[in-house]
């Protein structure tokens, strides 16, 4: 299993700038796992719970069919999981630094994220 630490990639800072692209094989214990996280649209990064992404340290994780072309820098590998191989990609977060919870959620600078906004409002 390729194990990855993001402090370990310097040419990110702090793993939270990171965004973490996931392709699992169709079918699979790990696609029905990981479904909840499959964008249904562009900008629905920040309405997945975060559990993944609390426990990876990550801003977003996005399920996709097949890995994107991406300007700039990327990390790719393959992993191994409950015995399923799939591919990674490691990019920089697409969204802005939340002033609260610093992870790169929110949709302008300055902005507070969803998540935050909604602790703060009580919901
Ligand atoms: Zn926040």
Known sequence: ?????????????????ADLLIVPPSASTLETLLSRYRNSGSDKLIDLGGDLEMMLRVSAVKIVDTLPEIEGWKFVDECVLLGERFKVMIVEAVRSKCPRCWTYTAGVEGDLCMRCVNVLSGQ
């Open 1 to 17: 299993m390729s194990k990855v630490k993001l402090a370990d990639v310097r040419l990110i800072g702090n793993s939270l700038q």
